[in-house]
């Protein structure tokens, strides 16, 4: 191959407890066409003298390395994508991995599709319950991913190149955490096209970590909710339905781990006509953390 098909994107902040597996992940690709670009977003930890020995011990991988003060997870993508040579960018988070023959199984697919946008597949989610596999599914327009929820995870997702540098991760604060699903509406909004390939080919660190910030992301989510709704990309119901959706579970996150002041709130915003979320309610009110 004469030209370099994948730019992976990696951005890092305070990684340097994953970043090792991450790196050595695409190490054993059964591929050889690719370089990488790994964004240190102002991390505090040893991130970078991590990333300098692993480029001096592998001389032969072609990796760029990229210092800035902590930007945020959509500005450090967009830093990387800037500089991406390959044909398609594919999104690798810090703290994931993916299955050795990742970039071998989605180029056999890529190359006979040159009209996809934005190839997602199947993973697992690893961590807080052992290994199990993510309920991820087609989609067919924007109005899937709120009525079902979000199916692509970034280090599932891969971006045709101009795609991915012509639209980018949105840097606003008010959607700061919610760039991802941000830029899957707005590629949808553009009538960019979606494939999935059902091989589960990449491993999601699930952390817990949002459990302190909840309200905060479900703020960030609901205002990207409302953006699109707002230019017209979906009805009202739909609209309507992912707040719903997003409410109760938040509420069930809540309640599984005995917070229930904190799920009767989330609850009470649910829709309070499901026989399902009414009897939740109930055992929440008794104490109950089923």
């Not at 090792?20 to 695409?26: F, Q, R």
């Not at 592998?58 to 993508?77: C, K, P, T, Y």
């Not at 052992?130 to 087609?138: C, H, I, S």
Request: charged letters at 25%.
């Amino acid at each position: 191959m004469s030209h370099l098909f994948y730019s992976i994107i990696i951005p890092a902040y305070n990684a340097a407890k994953t970043l090792e597996k991450c790196l050595n992940s695409v190490l054993t690709q059964d591929f050889p066409s690719y370089e990488i670009i790994v964004v240190n977003d102002g991390s505090e930890d040893h991130t970078l003298s991590l990333l300098q020995s692993w480029q001096e011990n592998h001389e032969d991988i072609r990796l760029q390395i990229i210092n800035q003060e902590n930007s945020g997870l959509g500005a450090a993508r967009n830093a990387a994508l800037q500089l991406a040579k390959g044909e398609y960018c594919a999104l690798l988070d810090a703290d994931d991995y993916w299955h050795p023959e990742k970039l071998k199984s989605c180029h056999s697919f890529l190359k006979h599709s040159p009209e996809c946008d934005v190839l997602y597949h199947n993973v697992f989610n690893i961590g807080l319950n052992g290994e199990k596999k993510r309920r991820v599914f087609a989609l067919s327009a924007a109005s899937d991913i709120l009525e079902k929820g979000c199916p692509i995870v970034p280090s599932a997702a891969i971006l045709k190149t101009t795609t991915a540098q012509e639209f980018g991760f949105s840097t606003q604060s008010k959607f700061h955490g919610a760039e991802d699903l941000y830029l899957w509406l707005e590629l949808f909004a553009a009538k960019k096209c979606f494939y999935y390939w059902p091989e589960a080919i990449a491993y999601y660190r699930e952390t817990g970590g949002m459990s302190s910030r909840i309200d905060e992301h479900l703020k960030k989510v609901e205002n990207v909710y409302e953006h699109f709704y707002q230019l017209d990309l979906y009805k009202r119901l739909a609209f309507e339905q992912a707040l719903q959706r997003k409410w109760y579970e938040a509420a069930r996150f809540y309640q599984k781990r005995g917070q229930h002041h904190a799920a009767e709130r989330y609850y009470s915003m649910a829709d309070g006509k499901s026989l399902k979320i009414f009897t939740l309610k109930i055992m929440n009110r008794l104490g109950l953390s089923y």
